[in-house]
């Protein structure tokens, strides 16, 4: 009886072992991303503000690599009707204003908005936020690898 029991065991033992390493492996490169990139898309609806002399309303993106090692970000904005992307090559930071005219009907997350960077360290990382509107909480951001 004992030596049927104990092949269940050892596989039993192996596969929680296994769940614990993947596991634990995740959350520290979610950690490293999250210490090295800072991003943020904010929505500023300046018709009614003084902040801006010339009343018009945009989404201004941060960017910012803390290691200062990337070597291109390709940035864009999905689910407009002529969807946005640019591409920064050379530069740890930077900061774009869209002209975006009036909040979408359906919500901010119908506009998400992608970073791919090319790293010298980490190699190829994903980075996906959405909008939200100045004065709002901060949206999570996804880290992945494409």
Known sequence: ????????????VVTVLAILFLTDTGNDEK??????FSVEAVYFNTTNSNEIE???NFIQITFKDNSKKSNAIVL???????????TFVDTSEFVEKIPFSNPPKYGWEIHPVTFLIDHEELGKVSLK????????AKVPIIYGNP
């Open 76 to 86: 864009e904005v999905l689910g407009m009707e002529e969807s946005f992307q640019k």
């Open 1 to 12: 009886m004992a030596k049927k029991l104990g092949a269940p065991i050892m596989l039993g």
């Open 31 to 36: 950690e490293v991303l999250k210490s090295t």
């Open 129 to 136: 936020t959405e909008i939200r509107p100045l004065g709002e």
């Open 54 to 56: 010339n009343s018009s």
